[in-house]
């Protein structure tokens, strides 16, 4: 992979949240954040765990040393502390694509404009920055409440991808797929931005 594709370090910022590459020394603070179950009920992984989060998310950081992924934590610009965390996985230089995904919020935040802010900032470093052509996004077939959320940004469905993983419990997890292309950011972008408008409007 061309390392300058993503470059080290690479921090994106908003009115209300900071995007800041994940370090070793951050990840005990991050756990305190990742240690609530309700979190991972639909994830393939249970991260409320604490050996389950250290290996997935000292993963995670080795993977980033490969050029494989990139971890943020999602910090909250007025308190300081860090409320969940994002990333970009499946990342293929030479095809201009990648996919965000592995991202939780704690429920404080759930239905304020963190979410829309992560998504704004994360969709113009790939789109504007490194010139993507395409975004994937995906998330359990059953998992209405992140399906609806990916929906309302702008991605589109693109289909099922039967039995995709295997979660933890032995059960198999189908995966509901869908993707922002190059030729649809502006409008996505203009949405996303109305979205977060609105959204802090209705903060006061």
């Known amino acids: 992979m061309n390392d300058q594709w993503i470059p080290h370090p690479t921090i994106l910022i908003g009115e209300t949240v900071e995007l800041v590459p ?3 020394e951050h990840l005990k603070e991050l756990y305190a954040a990742a240690s609530d179950k309700k979190l991972w009920e639909n994830i393939p992984v249970d991260c409320s765990n604490r050996e389950t989060f250290e290996r997935i ?3 995670a950081i080795s993977e980033r040393e490969k050029r494989n992924q990139y971890p943020f934590m999602i910090i909250h610009k007025q308190s300081k502390k860090i409320i969940g965390s994002t990333r970009f996985f499946e990342i293929y230089p030479n095809d201009k694509k990648l996919e965000i995904g592995w991202t939780w919020i704690i429920t404080q935040y759930w239905a304020t404009e963190v979410n829309l802010e992560c ?3 994360l969709l113009r470093f790939c789109f504007d920055v490194l010139k993507c052509r395409r975004v ?10 992140s399906r609806k959320a990916i ?5 589109k469905f693109e289909g099922i991808l039967r039995k995709d993983r295997i979660k933890e ?7 509901a797929y869908y993707s922002i292309i190059d030729d649809e950011w502006n409008e996505v972008k203009e949405n996303l931005t109305r979205m977060l408008e609105e959204k802090r409007k209705d903060r006061g």
């Open 22 to 24: 994940l370090e070793n």
């Open 119 to 121: 998504k704004l900032l």
């Open 169 to 175: 419990n032995g059960v198999s997890r189908s995966a």
């Open 136 to 145: 994937q996004l995906k998330t359990d077939q059953y998992n209405l409440r």
């Open 57 to 59: 998310y000292s993963a």
């Open 151 to 155: 929906e309302k940004i702008g991605g």
